[in-house]
């Protein structure tokens, strides 16, 4: 089992999503998030351009099965993907367990539903 | 020179005879200064209604990426439609026609730019307070400069009222061409019609005290007719999408409750005991509805939401209107009641069955609601407030006129839109494209985001 957190822009957060319900990703937590870097981005505040440096994200986290790994990245990779600075960035890390609450199951079956539709 | 002195002052004595005699023939028409100072108030108590009480009522119940574009909608309409409203609004509204054929229907340009206007005219115009002129007809007592700004107010606040209907999906440039055409084409003619001395419907005795029809219904047919035209939301599955703010939804009620005295009570143009009566109705019908919501949400969906009492309360006031200056307390208790149980079944039960998208229910709380207060302005109407009688008092022939008054608004307002929404849609589009829909009208239109996460 793996974690995946990727900081996406927010332009392309509904491409992002689609691209992940097309892989089979069906549930997965975002936030918003505000970086420092150095790379700055415009903004207009009473006509005069600022440079500002903090930049506005999302934040995705998805844990998937490690079958689903590849595809999950690729799907993120591809669909946030402008070539313009500032596209973001993609975390991978080991889960060491998945406990669904609900049944008290555990391991990488807690992370799908069998009867539905829930993949991950 | 001594001579020459006396003349003079004989004749300085014979001029001012002269002239005390015409004043004792007819009194020089005087401004009252307490009615004046009621109407500036009243003006700016509808501007109230506007920005902030609009926008924070229609910016809360969107979502959280398109709250700046309904303010900026809100914003750019008051000031866009003020100019609109003196260079030639106010003249197609409230002017005479030179030409006979048209008087009933449209007024002319002698008021444009709000020329042959002085700061000493008084208004033409008045429901309760009136004063012989010069030339013997009758005037009012308010500055005719102040009628225009009230009405001015009127003019702004009801292209913003179809913004409900439309929100979350229309490009920022097509809704303001849109919306500046239909003021000139739609709202001029049918303020002309119900307010003017020439209006057809003004002359057939149609009773609209402070805009039930040429306010709420005019706005009310136009949102319905865009939001079906406009095609439902990218993200509308037959149910409400949930409201970001509920709290900017109090406050905007709350301010549009505020200012709506000064709507109603503002409409009979006189500080006198009909303005105290028509604030006195708005008030008790307001609570009715809201109470009337409040409860309906309570027994049918367990339990009383922010969003049901704020939307009755508007709701009530929207159907009292017409009626604020004909009816008392118990017109006022009946017509709050029964609005908000028709609106409250039209935009739970209704609109989900007929499946169109009117995003904040412009169409089922200001078309609907000012429906029902014209017709039952026409049963209601009380001899005892002005001399005008309603079904329950005999006149039937009252009802019948409300009914002509709604339907002909219904037809020319629907249609007009209809023509108006073709034309704007094939000039510069108006439904943005699906991706800008999805990130927000806030990034989209205007570069903005109301929610930062900045120090």
Same mark, same amino acid.
């Given at each position: 089992m793996k974690k995946i957190e990727a900081i996406i822009r927010k332009s392309k957060f509904e491409d992002v999503k689609r691209a992940l319900y097309d892989a089979g990703i069906e549930w997965f937590s975002y936030w918003d998030i505000t970086g420092l870097g150095k790379s700055t981005e415009d903004q207009v505040v009473r006509g005069q351009v600022f440079k500002s440096g903090y930049i506005q994200r999302r934040m995705v986290s998805i844990v998937?099965?490690?079958?689903?790994?590849?595809?999950?990245?690729?799907a993120i990779l591809d669909s946030a993907w402008t070539g313009e600075t500032g596209d973001g960035k993609l975390f991978v890390y080991d889960i060491e367990n998945t406990y669904r609450i609900r049944t008290k199951e555990s391991g990488p079956e807690a992370l799908y539903n069998k009867d539905e539709s829930t993949k991950n | 020179m001594k001579k020459?002195?006396? @003349?003079?002052?004989?004749?300085?004595?014979?001029?001012?005879?002269?002239?005390?005699?015409? @004043?004792?023939?007819?009194? @020089?028409?005087?401004?009252?200064?307490? %009615?004046?100072?009621?109407?500036?108030?009243?003006?700016?108590?509808?501007?109230?209604?506007?920005?902030?009480?609009?926008?924070?009522? !229609?910016?809360?119940l969107v979502r959280r990426k398109n709250v700046?574009?309904?303010?900026?909608?809100v914003f750019i309409l008051v000031a866009v439609i003020s100019i609109e409203w003196v260079v030639l609004g106010y003249s197609n509204a409230f002017s005479s026609n030179s030409i006979e054929a048209l008087k009933p229907y449209i007024g002319g340009f002698d008021w444009a730019f709000l020329s042959n206007i002085g700061i000493s005219d008084l208004s033409p115009y008045f429901i309760s307070h009136s004063q012989p002129a010069a030339d013997g007809t009758l005037i009012g007592t308010i500055p005719h400069i102040?009628?225009?700004?009230?009405?001015?107010?009127?003019?702004?606040?009801?292209?913003a009222l179809i913004i409900g209907a439309f929100a979350e999906r229309i490009n920022f440039k097509g809704f303001l061409i849109?919306?500046?055409?239909?003021?000139?084409?739609?709202?001029?003619?049918?303020?002309?019609?119900?307010?003017?001395?020439?209006?057809?419907l003004f002359k057939l005795g149609a009773l609209d005290f402070a805009g039930g029809t040429v306010v709420h219904i005019n706005a009310g047919v136009a949102a319905i007719v865009t939001a079906i035209m406009l095609g439902k939301r990218r993200d509308y599955k037959g149910h409400a999408i949930p409201a970001h703010?509920? @709290? !900017?939804?109090?406050?905007?009620?709350?301010?549009?409750?505020?200012?709506?005295?000064?709507?109603?009570?503002?409409?009979?143009?006189?500080? %006198?005991g009909l303005a105290a009566n028509a604030l006195m109705v708005t008030h008790i019908a307001a609570a009715a509805a809201a109470l009337t919501w409040a409860l309906l949400d309570w027994f049918l969906d367990k339990r009383p939401t922010v969003v049901g009492i704020s939307t009755g309360a508007v709701a009530g006031l929207v159907a009292i209107t017409p009626a604020a200056g004909f009816v008392g307390i118990a017109g006022a208790l009946i017509i709050g009641a029964v609005v908000s149980l028709i609106c409250f079944f039209m935009v739970a039960y209704v609109k989900p069955k007929l499946g169109y998208d009117d995003s904040l229910d412009a169409f089922g709380v200001h078309g609907i609601g000012g429906i029902i207060g014209a017709v039952l302005t026409g049963v209601l109407a009380t001899p005892a407030i002005q001399a005008y009688a309603g079904a329950?008092?005999?006149?039937?022939?009252?009802?019948w006129v409300q009914l002509i008054a709604v339907g002909a608004t219904i037809i020319f307002s629907g249609v007009g839109t209809f023509v108006l929404f073709i034309i704007t849609d094939k000039l510069v589009g108006l439904r943005v494209t699906d991706k800008h829909e999805a990130v927000g009208l806030d990034e989209t239109q205007h570069g903005e985001t109301a929610y930062t996460n900045f120090d």
């Open positions: 998937v099965r490690d079958l689903n790994l590849d595809k999950t990245i690729n | 020459n002195k006396i @003349t003079l002052a004989a004749l300085l004595a014979l001029l001012s005879a002269t002239v005390s005699a015409q @004043t004792a023939a007819v009194a @020089t028409p005087k401004i009252d200064s307490g %009615d004046t100072a009621w109407m500036i108030v009243a003006i700016a108590f509808v501007l109230l209604m506007s920005i902030p009480g609009l926008a924070l009522f !229609y910016g809360g700046l574009n309904v303010f900026m909608q102040v009628f225009i700004m009230f009405q001015c107010m009127f003019a702004v606040i009801t292209p849109f919306s500046l055409l239909w003021s000139i084409f739609i709202y001029n003619p049918v303020a002309h019609w119900v307010w003017s001395g020439d209006g057809w703010n509920i @709290t !900017y939804v109090v406050m905007g009620a709350g301010l549009l409750w505020v200012g709506w005295f000064g709507f109603n009570a503002g409409s009979g143009l006189a500080a %006198d329950v008092y005999g006149n039937f022939h009252q009802l």
